[in-house]
């Protein structure tokens, strides 16, 4: 069975910075594709970036240039970068997997729990 777990989120002023990781058990990052998703309050869970098994990088249009996704094969996880950090950044971050990549979250089976990200003005 696949488990995903996140770490590293917190309280940041804008502006500031981050690292996200996600360390995945029961596969390997090698050969999935990982993604980053968020849900803010009130709105519907999006998007933000995803790595396939041979390091292609795909990214939202909002986090274009801010956040980075890479992943450590020996140690089988996945990180999300992200400076310049803005207000709007503010959400729970989940990573998911799956065979190929995709930006549908309804095709992602493996869920981590989720990492609070909150960005204050």
């Known amino acids: 069975q696949v488990q995903l777990v996140e770490s590293g989120g917190g309280s940041v002023q804008a502006g500031g910075s981050l690292r996200l990781s996600c360390a995945v058990r029961?596969?390997?990052?090698?050969?999935?594709?990982m993604a980053w998703f968020r849900q803010a309050p009130g709105k519907q869970r999006e998007f933000v970036s995803s790595i396939d098994s041979v390091g292609s990088t795909t990214y939202a249009d909002s986090v274009k240039g801010r956040f980075t996704i890479s992943k450590d094969n020996s140690q089988n996880t996945v990180y999300l970068e992200m400076i310049s950090l803005k207000p709007e950044d503010t959400a729970i971050y989940y990573c998911a997997a799956r065979l190929w990549c995709s930006r549908l979250e309804d095709s992602f089976r493996y869920w981590g729990q989720g990492t609070q990200v909150t960005v204050s003005s």
């Open positions: 029961g596969d390997t990052v090698s050969r999935v594709c």
